[in-house]
Structures are given as structure tokens and as C-alpha cells.
């Protein structure tokens, strides 16, 4: 009988346990979101890094940039060229960053992308900016090599 007792204590316990609302969740944690992120850029660019530039030196200075951007999907053709506004002998030239998409259809997945560049430099470069739609992305110090 004490058996009978002890089992119907227990599933008496058990019922009015369940009918217990359950215990309020905890609020997420505050998202950390990095600087960086905060600041939108431009083109449909998610992300950029990775970026050098070098100029060398000789009889034809020349001007090598190399970078990474990520984008919303594979497949675009990405090319920096010369702003053609800028001097030709300019301290601080402007390069312009191109993205061109994908045709067709093409899976949705966050893609790096190389960006390089190999040009004429002049003598006294010191720094270069890159933009695309008008804004800048970064700007780089130009080492010599």
C-alpha cells in the first residue's frame, strides 16, 4: 500500500509540474557588431583585405596593387584601373574598382575575389586611394621595392 501511496505522490508532483508555465528564457546577449561592419561600403562590397601596393623601381617605375573584396556571390569579373581625372603625375592616384556580375543565375554565398592592378607609376607616389561608385574603400601607402 505504501508503494500505491509513493506513486501517487509522485505523479501528483508530476502533474502539477506540468502545469507550471515554464521558466522565462533569457534575452539574447547584445550582438557585438565591429566597427568595421558599421560602416556600409560600396558596390555591394561585404567585405575587403589583404591590400598592398609596391612600386618599383628602374628605368619604367611601374605600380602593383594587389587586395581581396568579398561578394554576395561567385562569379563577377573585378578590375581596378586608373581614374582617368587624375594627373598622370600624381602623388596620390585614384583607382577605380569595377564589379561586373555573374550572367545567369548563380548560387548566393559570400565569395572572395581578387583584385589586382600593374601599371606606371610615377616617381613620387606615396599612397593610393581606391573607390568604386564614388566612395573611397581604403587607401594604401605605396612601398618601394
Not at 564589379?99 to 606615396?126: C, D, K, Q, R, S
Request: aromatic residues 4%; hydrophobic residues 45%.
Amino acid at each position: 500500500m505504501k508503494f500505491v501511496q509513493a506513486l501517487a505522490v509522485l505523479l501528483t508532483t508530476a502533474a502539477l509540474a506540468a502545469c507550471q508555465p515554464p521558466p522565462a528564457e533569457e534575452p539574447p546577449a547584445p550582438e557585438v557588431v565591429a566597427a568595421e561592419a558599421a560602416v556600409a561600403l560600396p558596390c555591394g562590397i561585404i567585405a575587403h583585405r589583404g591590400w598592398t601596393a609596391s612600386r618599383s623601381t628602374g628605368s619604367t617605375p611601374a605600380l602593383t596593387i594587389a587586395g581581396e573584396v568579398d561578394l554576395g556571390t561567385p562569379g563577377y569579373s573585378v578590375s581596378l584601373a586608373r581614374d582617368p581625372a587624375d594627373a598622370t603625375d600624381t602623388a596620390e592616384p585614384r583607382l577605380l574598382l569595377t564589379l561586373t556580375p555573374p550572367a545567369g543565375m548563380v548560387t548566393e554565398v559570400v565569395t572572395a575575389h581578387p583584385v589586382n592592378y600593374f601599371g606606371p607609376a610615377p616617381n613620387a607616389i606615396t599612397s593610393v586611394h581606391i573607390a568604386c561608385d564614388g566612395q573611397d574603400i581604403t587607401n594604401i601607402a605605396v612601398a618601394a621595392q
